[in-house]
Each structure stands twice: as structure tokens, then as C-alpha cells.
């Protein structure tokens, strides 16, 4: 098969609430089209085999290995990748609770990491210290933030959620937080984007 | 600085980000050899026909373009081509390079290239690898040039043979004193090859001009790759710059030339900007560490103290020596541990096979050392009866001990560190099993590491019209945090805020020299660089107010943001707006004094010895072998702390990775010599749940040296692991990782293997090691 062979196609992706239109190959992963034609790089490739995490993004609500998803599988359902999470002018409180706790060094798995945090308490408001483990044991940090996304995550499910374990309410950073939607723009993550320059 | 803000929205500035660079950006993917050894024909000719191809290149096309001269790089030996010419020395090197400005269609033309391979004798097993090999199992037959990257490092080599270097150090008589010792124990201890495993990928983008080359690389040393690629080049320094975004890891990997070579050889081939990206199975074949074999004859008094020792050493440099000859060096010189021994020789070998080439790796090579030299302090407890924290405890080395290299030590700690770790559980006895199955245990290691010396890093500060500072550095953020530790340095050192500081990414057009960002030496180093050019900016700020208000110069007081001269006072800023200054610029250098004698070893090894004690807890299950790790305990001698928060999370990092090491990480080979692991669903590193409870102590205080961090905890937690399994389970593990079926073998035969406690006399072979 030559590239000739696998011609583009035109196809429509729902990402972060934007409609666009995309024109990967038949074998052109989401990630390929994020990096590619999006411009979007929060998704970063680690392995290419589903085994690291860094690629993650949400579809549908749920995280999934952009690296071994083929874009013309996506469809209609709709993808979220870090940089549509914010809002403007405030970071998700997952966000928030990873930078209060400094949790990431080098910080490319950090999307991936947030990501799938975010589905899971998104769908379980009250997941378990063992919950939240066990969810986040498919994405890799080799400089070994582990400690403190842990402490970050669980506090972001306080926050979210509005209260700690042993039931009294969460006063820290960002309480009252609304729980987001997957309607949330993306121009709040631009806009941290645009903050580093 | 970088805002946090960016890192949690995925967009820190990385190099993989970078998609425009220049019109005519070519792609380049590389064609691996799927075999380890053999002689090459490469056919490209069908390649270059697929539509969109801008060119294709075997080796010896790409030379052939570049007017045919050899094309070869590393750090110390130019041993390596970008791409293999007649001769492919391991499994996953490059053999051919298609360009295309579609990656799919340099992908499609790596399909039409043909490559035919004739074998060669495959070499895996350094040791043999050192005796005389068949004809075609020497794998670099002549000789290589030396590199300018590392002109002092001298070699000591056997020109037609496998040896890349030796390296010897001769302290005292260790055969004579090993004859009169009371026992003698000889143990074998091995570590496998491993992958770096940082999550950004090798990348490099070239982009030439008429004159000159830019080279954008995710590398931590941007100083040693514009050397390397201006000598294979034959250019002038200045005809190539460097630059560096943040990287996303690095753990060593990153250290020397990789891939730049061949983007920059492919950038003026086609006079395009060229990227080139590598994919997982190709980063793990770029590097790997070394893998060791450490045979250690340890002489040793009834009551525990150590007298003599000789340890023989091969470190499986793979099929280029890239940074090998240096990593054994430390090698050699870790082998002492932080054990005050007054008869000590070490040889320690690099050889090469055909393996991926071996590199620096977080530790660099005292890891390797601590698992043997610590597994044999266990052994030798057992051995004689004796409890292995008192004989840790009688030979540690003290302010004014002499250690292995002969230099009197101060700042030693080591008596706290083991405090810390025989209390770091608390005293109460472990509590009773369940299951039977299950066996609990607990042991502990101290370790010692030295850093890159002598080294010399410059910087330069900026001061700004609005009280702004810039700090000039070529150091690599890499998640290690150094560039807020240098700002907050030079924040500390002018008085003013950590936010009215910025500090640069690397640019060798622009950013003043450093050494290397490695070795934990970048906060101490640079760090010691930007200080010194602080001072000078508050000396010059002293001198023009004084010039200025014409008052002498000891009457001006500089600190806190102001500038009092008599009774004016000015802000930093203000006096460069006063002063039409345009802007205020001082250097500062940081330069570490050292080496060691090329025949005995001895001098000074290291500017800092960064000390290290862990303590673990462990369960062993007797009927499956798996071990669990339930708690770990980190103590490091920190001295002074510049950054809390980044400080225990690089110790942590470093725990976590020495985790992998023992539990499970291992670069194999298949039986053809091909990789046995091609991604990381095979190469399994730590994820969450497979941590135990960390803690970690940062010893030390604020009127202390700054000590470096980014490695000192890994070399204990491979050792203090391997004892709390001997503690559990009465054997000491020699080989790593602590694979279950190792442990059931060795719980089924638990005689030590290698062990040998000689009588005086017996030294039959010790002729042949110390020649």
C-alpha cells in the first residue's frame, strides 16, 4: 500500500465543543489529528501502544489512548482534550489541585494524569483513595510525581465534591466549585497558554 | 519561570510542539536493523522513486553527500555513524533515513528500501567479549578518533580488541592485605541493561543556512552536542548553535549527541530544515544504562571491619562507547561505598557487544556499584554472624578518613544516615505473618555518589530598566526544577522577588557555557554561577551609584532592591533608568578543581560526595516468590535546600525509579539478539499501584553547603530492597531485577553463588586479575 492508496478523507470532529473539519489517512490516529492538523499538543505521544497515558483524552466523557485510536472511529462523540478544560479565567479543579500540590516535574504526562482524573471523578464524585489508584496505574510519570498527584487528585475530589471523607466541608482553594460540563470553551486554556510567554 | 498554569494545559513549550521552524520542514523516519550484528547492503534506489520522497540515504549515501568523508560522533571515542556504514552493530540502529515533507510518505519509501544482512558473530557476554574474540567478533576492528567533548579523559585501551576502557585505581596493597586478612569473601553480584524511560522521545530538529546550523534538540547538554556535531562537521564552534525548549525527562538519556548528528548531517545534505522524531522502540534502543557484572573480594577482620578489597568489574558498554569510558570512572571509584578501606584496587572494564549502545543513567554507575558493594556487606554479616548494621557501622567512613581515592573526606554524614535508616520504622519487632506463605523483612543500604569534576559553568544576569532580572543559563529544565532553584538564588542574592526574575532556556548563541545538565550538579554549579555574577552585579550597582552621587564607594549599601548612596537611594531599576544604562549585564562562573591520577586512581574524584541511606520493608511470598515492597524509607544529606518542594519530589522520583530497578526493569535480548522489548507494554516501569508508602528526610540546615538531589536516593533503594529480602528470607539476592522465579530459585538452593571464603594463600587467580 502506498500512501496514494490511503487517500485523506474529509471528516468531522467535535473537539472541546468546536466543530472542525479534519483530513486524516484511514490509518491517522486522534493523535495524529490533535498534533497535526489541530495544533493541539496536550496530547503527547509516550509509546504509541496505549501503555504511558501521555495521549489521553476524553471521548465521550471517558479517557482513551488518542495514539491507538483511528480518527475515523471517533465520529460524532465528542473529544476533550486538556486545553478544553478551563474555563476563562479559572482552571478546572483538577488543574488547580495539581498546581497547588506541585504535582509534576517535567509535566508531559500531566494532561494525560488530569485527564483521566477528571472523567473519573466526573462519574464517581466519591471514588476511593483504592479507586482512584487503580484508575490512575495506566499513565506513567517517570520523574515520579506519584506522591503528590495522589494528594492532588483527592483533594480535587473534595473540592468537587464539596466536602472530605469524614463528611465536614471543604473550606481549601476553589470550594463552591461548579462541576463542569463537557461544554466548557477552550479559551480559558488558551489563555494559560498565552500566560507563559 | 515557568507558570505552573502551563504545565497543567499541556503547554509548556516542548520540542515535539515545535511545527514551524522554517518553510520546507522535511520529515525524516529511519529505517532499524531487525539483527545485531552483520555486514550491511543497503539498496535504496526503489525508495527514492515514491511520489513525495524528497530523498532517501543508506550510510554511506548520506557520507557520500556530505563529500565522502567518514562521518562519525560520541562524547569521547568517534566511534558512531548517524546512520550504520557497512556494519550494523545492534539491533535498532539506524540503517536508512527517508525525508519527505508528508511523514507518510517517508514511511512508505522505508517499505522500498532493500537491506541485505551477512552475519557476524553476535557478542552479548562482556566478559568473553574481552578475550581474544574469532575473527568479525571485535567490533570496532580500528581504532576511532578522540572527541573534543572530553579532551582530559585519558584512556587505557587494547587497540584490536572489544576493551573500550579500563580503569584502574590503586590505593595501599589490596593483594597484600587481602593475604593477611582473617577471611576473604569473594561475591558476584549483576545488574541488567535498563531504558531511561522519559516520556518525551529523542527529537532533534537541524535547520541550516548558508554559514551556519541551528540545531533545536531535546538534549541536556547543548554545550557538549555543538562540540560533537561542529568536529563531525569540521566546523567552527560558532558555525553551530544549540538550542534546548523544556524537556519532558531526560534521566541521562539525553546526555551527549543521539539523534543530532544525523538531523544536522541530513539538514546540510539537503540544505532543508530536517526533524527528526523517534518513535518508543527507537528511543529504546538509542541508550540503555549498562549492564554489570562486579565480582568483589572483600578482606575482612573476626569483628567486622573491613582491611582490603579488590573488585573486577565489566560494564557492557553496547556497541559504542558514547560515554562508557567516564561512567566507569565512577564506577570504579563508588566501589569503596562510604567504607573507610585503607588497602583498596579496582578494575573496572567497558567493553563493547552488541547491545544498544549503554550511557549515562541517573546514578551513573552508582547504582550498579551500590547493589553489589552493599549485597556484600550483607553477605559478610550473615557470614560471620554479625549484625549488618554494626558492620556498616565499624567501617563508615568519618571526617578525616581517607577514602577510596585517597582524599581526606569532610562533611561525612554517613553515621546519621544510618541512624535514620535503623529508625525509620521505629523499633517495635514486626508483627506476626499472615499468610504463612508470606515472610516480612526489613533491611537498609548507604551509598555514596559522586558528581561530574571537574566542571565549569557560566552564567550571566540582566538587570533590567524596570527592576526586572534576567538570568542567562544553559541549563536544561527537565522537571528537576533547577531553573526555579537558580531563580530563586539569584532572587535571594540581589534582594528582590523570585516573580521580578526570569531565567532563559538554552541558546549557545546567547547563553553562557555550561558543562552539562547532569550529575545533580546544576544547583550547586549553577547555581554557584549565578551567585557569583549576583555579587558582581552588586558591585557594579555599588560602583556607578558611587560614581553617580559622588560619594565613595564604601558608603554605598546594595541589598534588598535598593541602591543607598549617601542620601540617595535608588531602586535596582531606577538607577538604570537614572544612569541612561540600557541595561546592566554581569558573569558569574562556578568552577569544581579535581581528576585522578591515570595510574593509581587517587586524587580528587568529586566536589560533592552526596550520601544516601534507605530502609525498606518487604513481604516475600514463599510459594510465589513476588515480592512486595510495603514501605520505603529515603534519607539523604541535603545540606542546605534551596527549593523543599521539588527537592522531595526529585528523592521520591528517584526512589520510584530505583524501585523499577529492583523489581522488575530489564532490557533483554531474544536469542538472535534482537530487542526483547519493543514498547512499554513489555518494558514495564512503575505505575501508582505498584508503590509502597515512601517517606523521605532531607538532612541538613540552611547555614549548610547545597548538596545535589537528583540522584542521591537511587542508589540505596536497589540494595535496601535485596536486604529486607534477606532478612525475610535468610538469602541475599545477587543478580537484578528480583524477578520471582530468581527468588524461588534462590530460595530452593540457597547457597550463594560465587561465594568463596579463602584461606590466606589461596590465591590462585589473583595473578590474572591484578596484572
Not at chain 1, 504511558?52 to 465520529?75: E, F, I, M, R
Not at chain 2, 538607577?575 to 591520577?597: F, I
Request: with cysteine.
Amino acid at each position: 500500500m502506498t500512501a496514494n492508496d490511503d487517500p485523506r478523507q474529509p471528516l468531522r470532529l467535535v473537539v472541546n465543543d468546536d466543530e472542525v473539519e479534519v483530513r486524516p489517512r484511514g490509518h491517522h490516529t486522534l493523535l495524529d489529528v490533535l498534533r497535526r492538523e489541530l495544533d493541539l499538543f496536550g496530547a503527547r505521544p509516550g509509546c504509541t501502544a496505549g501503555a504511558c497515558g501521555s495521549c489521553t483524552v476524553l471521548v465521550d466523557g471517558a479517557p482513551a489512548s488518542s495514539c491507538l485510536l483511528p480518527a475515523q472511529v471517533v465520529g460524532a462523540r465528542p473529544v476533550r482534550t486538556v486545553e478544553g478544560l478551563a474555563r476563562p479565567g479559572e482552571l478546572h479543579p483538577v488543574q488547580q489541585a495539581f498546581i497547588d500540590h506541585t504535582a509534576f516535574q517535567c509535566s508531559y504526562c500531566t494532561p494525560g494524569f488530569i485527564l483521566t482524573a477528571v472523567s473519573l471523578l466526573e462519574r464517581e464524585p466519591d471514588a476511593s483513595r483504592d479507586r482512584i489508584r487503580a484508575e490512575l496505574s495506566g499513565n506513567l510519570c517517570r520523574c515520579g510525581s506519584y506522591v503528590k498527584i495522589m494528594d492532588a487528585v483527592l483533594d480535587a475530589r473534595d473540592r468537587m465534591r464539596g466536602h472530605h471523607d469524614d463528611g465536614t466541608p471543604y473550606t481549601g482553594p476553589a470550594a463552591g466549585y461548579a462541576r463542569p460540563s463537557c461544554s466548557a470553551s477552550s479559551a480559558g486554556a488558551g489563555a494559560a497558554q498565552a500566560a507563559h510567554s | 519561570m515557568i507558570d505552573p498554569r502551563t504545565k497543567v494545559a499541556g503547554g509548556l513549550p516542548m520540542l515535539a510542539d515545535l511545527a514551524d521552524v522554517g518553510p520546507g520542514l522535511l520529515h525524516a523516519r529511519l529505517l532499524t536493523a531487525p539483527v545485531a550484528h552483520a555486514r550491511l547492503a543497503v539498496d535504496t534506489a526503489a525508495a527514492r522513486l515514491v511520489p513525495g520522497v524528497a530523498a532517501v540515504f543508506s550510510g554511506r549515501e548520506l557520507e557520500a553527500a556530505l563529500g565522502g568523508r567518514p562521518l562519525r560522533f560520541g562524547p569521547v571515542l568517534r566511534d558512531q555513524p548517524p546512520l550504520a556504514v557497512e556494519r550494523v552493530r545492534y539491533a535498532g540502529e539506524p540503517v536508512a533515513v527517508a525525508l519527505a515533507t508528508d511523514p507518510d510518505d517517508a514511511d512508505e519509501a522505508l517499505r522500498h528500501v532493500t537491506v541485505t544482512y551477512d552475519p557476524l558473530p553476535l557478542v552479548t557476554d562482556p566478559v568473553a567479549a574481552l578475550d581474544l574474540p574469532p575473527s568479525g567478533a571485535v567490533l570496532h576492528p580500528r581504532d576511532a578518533e578522540p572527541s573534543a567533548a572530553f579532551p582530559e579523559i585519558r584512556l587505557r585501551r587494547e587497540p584490536g580488541t572489544n576493551l573500550v576502557n579500563h580503569f584502574v585505581i590503586r590505593k595501599g596493597d589490596a593483594p597484600g592485605a587481602l593475604a593477611r586478612a582473617d577471611h576473604v569473601f569473594t561475591d558476584t553480584f549483576t545488574t541488567p541493561a535498563m531504558h531511561h524511560g522519559a516520556l518525551e522521545n529523542h527529537i532533534a530538529l537541524a535547520v541550516p543556512d548558508a554559514e551556519r546550523l541551528v540545531v533545536w534538540s531535546a538534549t541536556q547538554t547543548p554545550y557538549k552536542v555543538r562540540v560533537q556535531l561542529a568536529e563531525m562537521l569540521g566546523v567552527a564552534l560558532d558555525r553551530v548553535a544549540v538550542r534546548t525548549l523544556y524537556l519532558g525527562g531526560a534521566f541521562g538519556a539525553k546526555c551527549y549527541a543521539k539523534i543530532e548528528p544525523l538531523a544536522a548531517c541530513l539538514a546540510r545534505a539537503m540544505d532543508r530544515p530536517v526533524r527528526v522524531s523517534l518513535d518508543r522502540a527507537q528511543s529504546l534502543t538509542t541508550v540503555t544504562r549498562h549492564a554489570t557484572r562486579s565480582t568483589i573480594e572483600t578482606g575482612v577482620r573476626a569483628d567486622g571491619r573491613i582491611t582490603a578489597r579488590h573488585v573486577t568489574a565489566w560494564f557492557d558498554a553496547g556497541a559504542y562507547a558514547d560515554i562508557s569510558p567516564r561512567v566507569i570512572k565512577n564506577g570504579a571509584y563508588g566501589f569503596g561505598g562510604p567504607y573507610d578501606i585503607d588497602d583498596i584496587w579496582v578494575d573496572v572494564y567497558a567493553v563493547y557487544t552488541n547491545r544498544p549502545p549503554a550511557g549515562a543513567f541517573r546514578g551513573y554507575a552508582s547504582p550498579q556499584a551500590a547493589f553489589a558493594y552493599e549485597g556484600q556487606t550483607e553477605q559478610i554479616a550473615r557470614r560471620l554472624g554479625l549484625d549488618p548494621r554494626h558492620v556498616r557501622r565499624v567501617n563508615l567512613l568519618r571526617d578525616g578518613s581517607r577514602n577510596v581515592t585517597g582524599e581526606s573526606m569532610t562533611d561525612c554524614h554517613y553515621d546519621t544516615l544510618l541512624d535514620v535508616a535503623e529508625n525509620a520504622f521505629g523499633r517495635e519487632p514486626i508483627p506476626p505473618q499472615w499468610p504463612e506463605s508470606e515472610v516480612r523483612g526489613r533491611g537498609l543500604a548507604l551509598t555514596v555518589k559522586g558528581t561530574n569534576t571537574p566542571s565549569v559553568s557560566q552564567a550571566a544576569v540582566l538587570l533590567n530598566r524596570d527592576g526586572s532580572l534576567q538570568v542567562l543559563t544553559s541549563t536544561v529544565e527537565m522537571g528537576q526544577g533547577a531553573h526555579l532553584a537558580l531563580a530563586r538564588l539569584a532572587a535571594e542574592a540581589l534582594g528582590i522577588g523570585e516573580r521580578v526574575v526570569s531565567v532563559s532556556l538554552p541558546d549557545t548563541d546567547v547563553t553562557p557555557y555550561d558543562q552539562q545538565t547532569s550529575s545533580s550538579r546544576s544547583t550547586i554549579a549553577m547555581g554557584g554561577a549565578v551567585r557569583d555574577a549576583c555579587r558582581n552585579l552588586r558591585e557594579l550597582l555599588a560602583r556607578l551609584a558611587a560614581d553617580h552621587c559622588g560619594v565613595p564607594a564604601e558608603q554605598v549599601q546594595v541589598g534588598d532592591g535598593r541602591v543607598r548612596a549617601g542620601t540617595a537611594t535608588f531602586g535596582y531599576g531606577e538607577l538604570v533608568t537614572v544612569l541612561r544604562a540600557g541595561q546592566l549585564r554581569c558573569e558569574g562562573e562556578y568552577a569544581s578543581k579535581g581528576g585522578l591520577d591515570h595510574e593509581t586512581g587517587q586524587g580528587i574524584a568529586s566536589s560533592r560526595w552526596h550520601q544516601a541511606s534507605g530502609a525498606a520493608e518487604v513481604t516475600v511470598d514463599l510459594e510465589t516468590g513476588r515480592i512486595r515492597v510495603l514501605r520505603y524509607h529515603a534519607a539523604v544529606w541535603a545540606g542546605r535546600v534551596v527549593n523543599p518542594v521539588e527537592a522531595r519530589m526529585q528523592v521520591e522520583g528517584a526512589v520510584i525509579l530505583g524501585l523499577g530497578s529492583v523489581l522488575g526493569e530489564e532490557l533483554g535480548l531474544d536469542p538472535a539478539g534482537g530487542q526483547a522489548q519493543r514498547d512499554l507494554l513489555d518494558y514495564r516501569m512503575p505505575a501508582l499501584s505498584d508503590l509502597p508508602e515512601i517517606t523521605v528526610d532531607l538532612l541538613g540546615g540552611p547555614d549548610d553547603e547545597i548538596y545535589g538531589l537528583g540522584e542521591t536516593a537511587v542508589p540505596p533503594v536497589a540494595p535496601a530492597v535485596a536486604a529486607a529480602v534477606a532478612d525475610a528470607t535468610g538469602v541475599v539476592l545477587t543478580d537484578l531485577p528480583l524477578r520471582p522465579e530468581r527468588v524461588l530459585a534462590a530460595l530452593r538452593d540457597p547457597r550463594p553463588h560465587h561465594h568463596r571464603d579463602s584461606s590466606p594463600g589461596d590465591r590462585a587467580d589473583y595473578e590474572r586479575i591484578a596484572r
